[in-house]
């Protein structure tokens, strides 16, 4: 099949595949992320549907999904789909990566770090993982894990904003004023909007 020219090709494409084999479940899921694209989220949800129909272990598809559960603000719907993710593919890091996401979202930080910490261990470059449980830890109380793992993301990518601000935030509970100082102006160079409490506490620490 020759190269598409644009998105509008492609769907073509994928559409006129599945005239002549209507069973392949990746064709329907190309057919699918390429509609997400185009944020056409109802089309790109039957064809999900049909893809997981066609391959039912396709873990992908169960995640996409859950995006589009997300994107309606259904958490509920999102976890489900997420969950099923990691049951017909055991060790599906972005499945557990999404499952944590979601139940830190809903508060549930011991489900949120449990399913973060899997993520991380059947991917070890999973960044948004490492970064959103570094984010569960300094909710749970637990700054040395926060920083630890924070330095992991920025191990990854030094340029990583939320880091920056989640050690500024762990080393200003910590007392480490110089710390949370360098960090906060690092977040705030990358274009991260910290917080004025935060700014504000480290500033008035310093002054002491």
């Known amino acids: 099949m020759p190269e598409a020219k644009d998105v509008h090709e492609y769907i073509d494409q ?15 899921y190309n057919l699918a992320t390429a509609l997400l694209g185009l944020r056409k989220f109802e089309e790109a949800e039957q064809e999900l549907k049909e893809a997981i129909r066609c391959s039912p272990t396709l873990a992908e598809a169960y995640v996409q999904l859950g995006g ?23 060790g599906f890091a972005e499945g557990y990566g999404n499952i944590g996401f979601v139940e830190l979202q809903r508060g549930n930080l011991d489900e949120a770090i449990a399913a973060l910490e899997k993520a991380i261990k059947y991917n070890s470059k999973f960044v948004q993982a490492y970064a959103t449980l570094a984010n569960a830890y300094l909710m749970n ?56 409490q935060i700014r504000s506490e480290i500033e008035q620490g310093q002054k002491k």
């Open 68 to 90: 589009i559960a997300l994107q309606r603000g259904d958490l509920d719907g999102c976890l489900a789909y997420n969950q099923q993710s990691v049951k017909v593919r055991a």
């Open 14 to 28: 994928q559409r006129f595949a599945l005239m002549s084999n209507p069973e392949c479940g990746m064709t329907h």
């Open 141 to 196: 109380g637990e700054l040395e894990k926060s920083i630890e793992t924070n330095r992991a993301v920025l191990e990854m990518d030094e340029n990583f904003a939320v880091a920056h601000n989640n050690l500024a935030i762990c080393y200003l509970e910590k007392g480490e004023l110089e710390n949370a100082a360098a960090h906060c102006r690092k977040a705030e160079s990358l274009g991260y909007e910290v917080a004025e």
